[in-house]
């Protein structure tokens, strides 16, 4: 998602008219001319709706429930009321803008005319009831941790030590921005708003870091883990010629000591392992080097495994003789 911060320009009323008949075919996005207020104004006492002007008539497609999906208001510090009317996007909160308070609101990518074509990048006013507009930002890039892709329908919060939090919406490449944060410390959490709610919930997928914003740009990658509470646990353990493959119901951590894996065979003698082959990334795979030729079955228990979340399992299982597993 790609953000275009407006810029100052004059808001002119304009008629709504259609296209004429016959014409030639649109296939261009709505394009933002002005905002009111002008970006980085300070408005003390604005209690007006803030207004996106656009170069053509706009659909009020996703804007059925109040605007809910194309509108971002951070600080939240209120429910959001937009619509579309017109060439232009009004934005509310309810009860008014409060005073002395940094405001950035964002219209997402999806913004629509008349035709059906929508924008794809991101619109961005900022604007103060007060204050001087702060020149500290956050920007975040967001992964799954277990396999690294960016994560879909996320948010990030900025939560300072009191007051509202600040939100943004997580791009499909992983990355969200939040412009002129006031100075301070914040906790940060990337979530999957699963439930459509915007905040992180504890049955969510989440990671969290802590910044300190002072007057520049900050950066932090932020994990994101899903919800667990159990250690991983050995699923499946099979031979591949002098190598045992263990199969886990959860990711390890590569970054954690690796785990105790001890082998027996049919006879109960101990087999020698010659290495645990160190994991470069999240795996549910394990795999183990045997230190002298093995013939199932064999028991293989495993202790110490750990996961992304730091909770240490592991588990017994049998290697199958492959004759037997045949005659099954």
Do not use: K
């Amino acid at each position: 998602m790609r953000c275009v911060f407006a810029t100052v320009l004059v808001l002119v009323g304009c008629a709504n008219v259609a296209p004429p008949p016959g014409g030639p075919v649109d296939r261009d996005p709505p394009r933002l001319l002005a905002t009111r207020p002008e970006s980085l104004a300070r408005v003390p006492g604005w209690r007006e709706p803030v207004l996106f002007r656009f170069d053509e008539p706009l659909s009020d497609r996703g804007f059925e429930n109040g605007g809910r999906e194309r509108v971002v208001v951070s600080p939240d510090v209120a429910p959001v009321r937009a619509g579309a009317s017109g060439r232009q996007v009004r934005v509310e909160l309810r009860g008014g803008w409060p005073a002395n308070t940094v405001f950035t609101v964002t219209l997402l990518p999806g913004i629509a005319d008349l035709a059906g074509n929508v924008t794809r990048e991101a619109y961005v006013l900022t604007f103060s009831t007060g204050p001087e507009v702060p020149r500290g930002a956050l920007s975040v890039q967001a992964r799954m941790a277990e396999d690294d892709r960016p994560p879909a329908r996320a948010w990030v919060r900025a939560f300072p030590g009191n007051g509202p939090s600040y939100l943004a919406a997580i791009d499909t490449a992983g990355r969200a921005l939040l412009p002129h944060l006031p100075p301070g410390r914040y906790r940060v959490v990337a979530f999957v708003d699963v439930d459509g709610d915007r905040r992180p919930e504890p049955s969510e997928p989440q990671g969290e870091d802590t910044v300190t914003v002072g007057a520049g740009a900050v950066a932090r990658a932020v994990r994101l883990l899903p919800p667990d509470t159990t250690p991983p646990v050995l699923r499946v353990a099979r031979l591949q010629a002098d190598t045992l493959v263990l199969e886990f119901d959860d990711a390890l951590d590569p970054a954690a000591a690796p785990p105790r894996v001890s082998v027996r065979d049919s006879a109960g003698r101990s087999v020698p392992v010659a290495a645990v082959e160190p994991l470069t990334r999240p795996s549910r795979t394990l795999r183990v080097h045997l230190g002298a030729p093995a013939t199932p079955p064999l028991e293989v228990q495993v202790e110490g495994a750990t996961n992304l979340r730091g909770l240490r399992g592991g588990g017994t299982r049998r290697v199958p003789n492959p004759s037997t597993r045949r005659q099954r």
